[in-house]
Antibody, heavy 119, light 110 residues
Framework: QVQLVESGGGVVQPARSLRLSCAAS????????MHWVRQAPGKGLEWVAF????????YYADPVKGRFTISRDNSKNTLSLQMNSLTVEDTAVYYC????????????WGQGTLVTVSS | QSALTQPRSVSGSPGQSVTISCTGT?????????VSWHQQHPGKAPKLMIY???ERPSGVPDRFSGSKSGNTASLTISGLQAEDEADYYC??????????FGGGTKLTVL
């Protein structure tokens, strides 16, 4: 069936790096833009980043600009998020989500992976 | 990229209707017809309920409807059911391929 599965979460110290992955199956991955969205514990959803279907353009929310990098490998149906210079404010469940309409909305979500930034 | 404004909580009895508002600016909600609503049950991933202000994805009951007026979007749930109890988030396109969410509204079915 159509699904997105995130991985790579864990506990990391402040100022360190972590790389998240999102494996897509049951869909033509290369046809879709993709997003990362995060949710801090007990808080609301926050859009993080968007990459176009072919990886040609990338867009970021201000809190992560310059620290996070979204990328994709269409040959492996995989989306990634490289997170550098992590702070405690980056602690959250990170979801990947399929784009529709060019950043108009997300119609498919993964189950999320938890990133905890703590010393 | 300021968050959209939603009430923190709303409630209703089974069978009743509730409306959740989502207020933004002319740079997001007011500027585009790209408002979506997502339902999230505790510990679960969000689920798309409404897109493009008022469109329902396949499989979403027609009890869920969306609308927009100026800088404010609304989600109305009619004929409330126990399984509708969840958090609801609005989301709007904000230009330059960016999106912004509301803070979320907790719906309690009494």
């Amino acid at each position: 069936q159509v699904q997105l599965v995130e991985s790579g979460g864990g506990v990391v110290q402040p100022a360190r790096s972590l790389r998240l992955s999102c494996a897509a199956s049951g869909l033509i991955f290369s046809n879709h833009g993709m997003h990362w969205v995060r949710q801090a514990p007990g808080k609301g959803l926050e859009w993080v980043a968007f990459i176009r279907y072919d990886g040609s353009s990338k867009y970021y929310a201000d809190p992560v600009k310059g620290r996070f990098t979204i990328s994709r490998d269409n040959s492996k149906n995989t989306l990634s998020l490289q997170m550098n210079s992590l702070t405690v404010e980056d602690t959250a469940v990170y979801y990947c989500a399929r784009d529709r309409g060019g950043a108009q909305y997300f119609d498919l979500w993964g189950q999320g992976t938890l990133v905890t930034v703590s010393s | 990229q300021s968050a959209l404004t939603q009430p923190r909580s709303v409630s209703g009895s089974p069978g009743q209707s509730v409306t959740i508002s989502c207020t933004g600016t002319s740079s997001d909600i007011g500027g585009y017809n790209y408002v979506s609503w997502h339902q999230q049950h505790p510990g679960k991933a969000p689920k798309l309920m409404i897109y493009d202000v008022s469109e329902r994805p396949s499989g979403v009951p027609d009890r869920f409807s969306g609308s927009k007026s100026g800088n404010t979007a609304s989600l109305t749930i009619s004929g409330l059911q126990a399984e509708d109890e969840a958090d609801y988030y609005c989301c709007s396109y904000a230009g330059s391929y960016t999106l912004v969410f509301g803070g979320g509204t907790k719906l309690t079915v009494l």
